[in-house]
């Protein structure tokens, strides 16, 4: 199956204070991102998708501005939560789609970001 | 929009089998995938069926039925390390199959030994 890293795999930050989470595909090119969060015991909530060069397309109920989506490349997009609160704190999972994926959609190793 | 309704937890032992249900509901069929995932980590994938019918791997099998808006996966000869959550999911939307997932919340399945 395809690899995918993310960095970090966990961070604890203080309020008001804005993270960055990277997710790279090592061994293919992603066009398009998906990020996902996951609070606990809940399932996996789509954020928000992103087409390398183009601007993130967010869910709804997603704010835009305070999570921030670079798709630069092919292989590495970054997800930014500015100005983090406690209510950010979760389990945040990339999931990068390579052109000409049929059925098999693979996910990152996920971050867990707490806020203090 | 779409509705995915699944049981909480399970539990079961070692070398049984376990049959996890799910019910959905979309505006659009496009499949249904079945992923598992462990404690703090991301899901994995298990199985995509688009017809209906059983499709076995291994171990694992899934069942849909589109008429009645069901599908269930099929765990036989469990293992300690099956204990995980199995989430069910649809796409978004009708316009795609891949990467748009709606999800479930997932079924916490126990082993015991």
């Known amino acids: 199956g395809a690899v995918v890293s993310q960095h970090p795999s966990w961070v604890i930050c203080k309020s008001g204070t804005s993270v960055k989470i990277e997710c790279r595909s090592l061994d293919f090119q992603a066009t398009t991102m998906f990020w996902y969060r996951q609070f606990p015991k809940q399932s996996l909530m789509l954020m928000a998708t992103s087409n390398e060069g183009s601007k993130a397309t967010y869910e709804q109920g997603v704010e835009k501005d305070k999570f921030l989506i670079n798709h630069a490349s092919l292989t590495l997009s970054t997800l930014t939560v500015t100005s983090a609160h406690p209510e950010d704190s979760s389990f945040y999972i990339c999931?990068?789609?390579?052109?000409?994926?049929?059925?098999?959609?693979?996910f990152g190793p996920g971050t867990r970001l707490t806020v203090l | 929009g779409q509705n995915i309704d699944q049981p909480t937890e399970m539990t079961a032992t070692e070398g049984a089998i376990v049959q996890i249900n799910c019910t959905y509901q979309t505006s659009g069929f496009n499949g249904l995938f079945w992923y598992q995932q462990h404690a703090g980590e991301a899901p994995t994938f298990l199985s995509y069926?688009?017809?209906?019918g059983l499709e076995e791997k291994g171990r694992f099998s899934s069942f849909l039925s589109r008429s009645k808006g069901y599908s269930y996966l099929l765990l036989k000869e469990l293992q300690m390390k099956d204990s995980a959550s199995y989430l069910c999911a649809v796409p978004a939307d009708r316009g795609s199959t891949l990467g748009r997932l709606y999800f479930g919340r997932g079924t916490q399945l126990t082993v015991w030994p």
């Open positions: 999931s990068p789609l390579a052109q000409g994926s049929y059925n098999e959609q693979f």
């Open positions: 069926n688009v017809l209906d």
